[in-house]
């Protein structure tokens, strides 16, 4: 055989690996590609602002969640605990505003509804990274214990009522539409672009990193590896927070039994299908992950597909992402 042979055998041999990386680089864009496509084509008024709206309204809190949860799962941990985080931010919000606690100036309290709940999730998060780095107990049995109580917290709190309210000033976060695009859209895309930029030029992002790569190595080159991974956990407790929030905006009213209910799975998936692991982190790759999750579920629905087979095929694809994933 001649060199030129060789060369073009090893040319044929290498090209399926070629192709594989570029399935696990782009995959996910791709798809989302796809998905864009096969909708502009067969769904009706895919295009239509009304549509758009919808859909960019139902995946900003799955992306703002799954921001936090993303530099969690990059730090090998995992929080189970956002939807109820959500729940006890969306019970807290109400109760300040109407002045159910204290009677406050109308402008302070939905000052104070924005500020205090999101602080609150995100003291809730630090008690998941205490569990966690202090009394060294597993993540998914750490946050197990608030997604459990956490909901109940809510509850209380409530005492099970429903909450119905209007208030316009509160309300605009979730409702707020500046130049025909939805608040929470914009607010979901500062956050993205917010956390990338810490993941590629700081040196918490790179400790970050450190940290899910190898964790005992991080800890000898002096990575300050326990409160990375506190710090983590408030971080996704403070955005679990902020998108309780927006949820009961435009809902118009917080109901502790409804609000985040299986939002950690939502999260979870999307930062599966968008490539992050322990030690490799994709902010970008998280919203498209969401915006795949959400485009897979409009689009079965739009098509007549009930809702129960949207979930399992939504499980199928999650599962080849992660498969496809793991072969880096």
């Known amino acids: 055989m001649t060199n030129l042979d060789q060369a073009a055998s090893a040319r044929r041999l290498t090209l399926p690996g070629r192709l594989g990386s570029v399935g696990q680089a782009y995959g996910a864009l ?21 549509t758009l709206n919808i859909n960019l309204t139902q995946v900003a809190t799955i992306v703002i969640v799954a921001t936090g949860m993303t530099l969690v799962i990059a730090t090998g941990g995992i929080d189970l605990s ?8 969306g019970a807290l919000a109400p109760i300040i505003f ?82 025909g695009i939805p608040f929470q ?25 450190a940290t899910g790569g190898n964790e005992a190595a991080a800890r000898l080159a002096g990575v300050p590896v326990n409160q990375i991974k506190r710090m983590v956990y408030v971080i996704s407790g403070l955005l679990a927070g902020l998108a309780g929030l927006i949820v009961i905006a435009i809902n118009s009213s917080s109901d502790a039994n409804l609000v985040g209910l299986n939002m950690e799975l939502d999260a979870i998936a999307a930062v599966a299908v968008g490539g992050t692991t322990g030690g490799r982190v994709t902010i970008v790759g998280t919203l498209i992950g969401a915006l795949i999750i959400q485009l897979i579920r409009f689009t079965l629905l739009a098509q007549g597909v009930p809702f129960a087979v949207a979930q399992v095929i939504n499980a199928a694809i999650i599962l080849v992402a992660v498969y496809i994933q793991s072969q880096r």
């Open 98 to 179: 109407l002045g159910k606690l204290v009677p406050l100036n109308p402008l302070v309290g939905t000052a104070l509804a924005f500020i205090v709940p999101v602080l609150v999730a995100g003291l809730f998060g630090l008690f998941n990274g205490v569990l966690v780095t202090t009394f060294r107990i597993q993540p998914i049995v750490a946050t197990l214990v608030l997604f459990i109580a956490g909901r109940g917290i809510a509850q209380v709190v409530t005492n099970g009522n429903l909450q119905a309210f209007r208030n316009p000033g509160f309300q605009y976060i979730g409702l707020g539409r500046p130049l």
């Open 185 to 209: 859209a914009i607010l979901m895309l500062l956050i993205v672009a917010l956390v990338a930029w810490v993941m590629r030029t700081t040196v918490f992002g790179r400790y970050i990193l």
């Open 82 to 89: 956002v939807g109820s985080l959500m729940a006890i931010s």
């Open 30 to 50: 791709i798809a989302l590609i796809v998905l864009v496509l096969y909708n502009v084509l067969f769904t009706p008024n895919f295009l239509a602002a009304q």
